[in-house]
């Protein structure tokens, strides 16, 4: 069984940022973690950054020019850089991969928490 397990969560300022990074461990062997969502104090939990199966990437709009990700296949780990940071970033982040049926493929892990503040 794959288990996720997020980290690089904070406190900063706005303008400042950020580097998550979302580990694969247990049974790693296809594990191929896509996206990263985030869940507001609140809020659904929502897309923040997702390669497609296609191999293109989707942003939400409100970080489009802001956040990145990327992944290291060596380390079995993708990363969710982020910069400007915004307080409307605040939020706890998550990885996984998404089905076509609205469903996830992975157990969520316990997340990694985003503070911006003022």
């Known amino acids: 069984q794959v288990q996720l397990v997020e980290s690089g969560g904070g406190l900063v300022h706005p303008g400042g940022s950020l580097r998550l990074s979302c580990a694969a461990s247990g049974s790693t062997f296809r594990a191929y973690v896509r996206g990263w969502y985030r869940q507001a104090p609140g809020k659904q939990r929502e897309l923040v950054a997702a390669w497609t199966s296609g191999g293109s990437t989707n942003y939400a709009d409100s970080v489009k020019g802001r956040f990145t990700i990327s992944r290291d296949n060596v380390k079995n780990t993708v990363y969710l850089q982020m910069n400007s940071l915004k307080p409307e970033d605040t939020a706890v982040y998550y990885c996984?991969?998404?089905?076509?049926?609205?469903?996830?493929?992975?157990?969520w892990g316990q997340g990694t928490q985003v503070t911006v503040y003022s």
């Open positions: 996984n991969t998404a089905r076509n049926d609205g469903g996830y493929y992975f157990n």
